[in-house]
């Protein structure tokens, strides 16, 4: 097992490439879902502006 | 000529967010789940190089990013100018949607590269390698047409300038494709776009392309999430959309 994560001594080449690769990818995934997330409650703020404006109470100072 | 209607519905920013919607998550699933098998068909059941040994199982993960890269500029670029030609928004849309996740497959392909480079070529970089500069200068462009976009408020005009950057690095493409043909400097040729039989066994070859198959998908999904967010910011307050959100559509 150990020989296999060694990689004939290039361990560290070959676990650094992937590992930035997985980064990259997980970003992207993370990246991609957050805006569309994000695009669509800004989205459905605008459909929710037409319901009557609560005026805030002012209870205590 | 009479355009089919399936094509027309192609600028139809509500039906495609619905097939976007649709599509995606069968992207996503058979991208990723290949993008497992290749990686342990690469790293585990793939024989080791004659020449490199085990440091050549790069080669499941660089390659794929610098096509990912090459094909997000060019899916850019035409379709920045399509935008620009035919003033169709969802052209821009989707060149807006490729322009990160290209930049960051570029970076992928930069950074993988010169990682497979110490142990091979002795070092990570090289300033006079054709394959490096070309992508470098993909990387760039990619850069320079998000901070052109940023430097418009007004998002028609952000379409329409940075298109013509997108358009004009189309040009790079091929550069980098042909770099290693054209200037024989560090970079190794082409692998499996050969005209002749590729220079790379089976054993090694099926994992090879698993994982430029599972990139692609990846890529893919990544650009219709992307393009559906686009979709929602553009269309903000059209009565199409607050139907879909569930608000008044009177």
């Known amino acids: 097992m150990s020989e296999f994560f060694a990689m004939g001594g290039n361990g560290a080449y070959v676990w650094s490439a992937y590992g930035i ?27 929710a502006v037409e319901e009557p404006v609560q005026r805030p109470k002012v209870t205590q100072l | 000529m009479k355009l089919p209607r399936w094509f027309h519905r192609l600028g139809s920013p509500p039906h495609v967010y619905g097939l976007a919607d649709a599509v995606a998550p069968w992207l996503g699933r058979a991208g990723l789940a290949l993008m497992a098998i290749g990686a342990v068909w690469g790293l585990v059941f793939a024989p080791a190089d004659y020449l490199q040994r085990e440091v050549y199982r790069i080669i499941y993960v660089h390659p794929q990013s ?26 821009h849309a989707v060149a807006v949607s490729t322009a990160p ?26 300033w006079g390698d054709a394959r490096l500069m070309s992508e470098l200068l993909l990387f760039f462009l990619f850069l320079g047409y998000l901070a052109l976009r940023a430097a418009f408020d007004d998002r028609d005009k952000a379409d329409r300038v940075s298109a013509v950057l997108a358009v004009v690095g189309i040009v790079n493409v091929p550069i980098i494709h042909y770099s290693v043909e054209w200037w024989r400097t560090l970079h190794q040729g082409p692998t499996i776009t050969r005209f002749d039989e590729p220079a790379i066994d089976v054993s090694m070859l099926i994992p090879l392309l698993i994982m430029i198959a599972a990139f692609t998908l990846v890529f893919f999904w990544l650009l219709l999430r992307r393009l559906q967010a686009e979709i929602v910011e553009r269309e903000r307050g059209t009565r199409w959309l607050r139907g879909l959100l569930g608000g008044a559509t009177a």
Request: glycine fraction near 8%; aromatic fraction near 16%.
């Open chain 2, 101 to 126: 996740i290209g930049t960051s497959f570029t970076f992928l392909a930069l950074a993988t590269g010169a990682i497979w480079g110490r142990p091979t070529w002795g070092t990570y970089w090289d």
């Open chain 1, 21 to 47: 690769t997985l980064v990259v990818l997980i970003w992207n995934i993370w990246a991609a879902r957050a805006r569309l997330k994000r695009n669509l409650r800004e989205a459905a703020r605008d459909t």
């Open chain 2, 66 to 91: 610098a096509y990912v890269s090459m094909m997000a500029y060019t899916i850019m670029g035409v379709a920045a100018g399509v935008g620009f030609i035919w003033r169709i928004k969802l052209a």
